[in-house]
């Protein structure tokens, strides 16, 4: 098992993930461990049937339509077939950072170069980001979205 341990302040990040072998059916990419609740919740609802399994991967190449994929069973999940758009997927529009309370990059890049915002936190107040924490379901890696608030933030700041 792998202990997500990524710093946060919605408390999601301490579930266990199982992690899986194999790569990408696709583009042969190693993936990320995801939690079979969240792939339910974000496959389109014609494909949630299809969730079979418990050792899902998502697929981290921006260029392959593959979101989600078993390496015990074959099932993948491509674009089309995930009710949001993947933010650091080619084309991905709107971008999302934060997706529960849907926060763009681009509100948390605007957070920074207009309001002057450099942390998290500050991020949080102006864009409302982290408000709505349901994690698990609404991310598509099943985990808390800091990580790419600050990504954003990095952005943000490597502009000013």
């Given at each position: 098992m792998i202990?997500?341990?990524n710093a946060c302040s919605c408390g999601c990040c301490s579930q266990d993930l199982v992690q899986t072998k194999g790569n990408c059916p696709v583009c042969n990419n190693k993936g990320e461990a995801v939690g079979k609740v969240t792939v339910e919740h974000l496959v389109t609802d014609d494909n949630r049937k299809a969730v079979e399994g418990d050792q899902y991967r998502i697929c981290l190449n921006e260029e392959c339509d593959v979101v989600y994929y078993n390496v015990d069973n074959g099932v993948k999940f491509l674009?089309?077939?995930i009710k949001v758009p993947i933010w650091f997927k080619k084309d991905a529009n709107p971008k999302y950072a934060c997706y529960c309370s849907k926060v763009t990059?681009?509100?948390?890049?605007?957070?920074?170069?207009?309001?002057?915002?450099?942390?998290?936190?500050?991020v949080n107040v102006i864009?409302?980001?982290m408000k709505n924490s349901?994690?698990?379901?609404?991310?598509?890696?099943g985990v808390c979205c800091h990580?790419?608030?600050?990504?954003?933030?990095?952005?943000?700041l490597a502009m000013k």
């Open positions: 202990k997500n341990n674009k089309n077939q990059e681009e509100q948390v890049i605007e957070a920074v170069l207009k309001h002057g915002a450099k942390t998290v936190q500050e864009t409302g980001a349901n994690c698990k379901e609404n991310n598509p890696m990580k790419i608030i600050q990504e954003a933030i990095n952005k943000g």
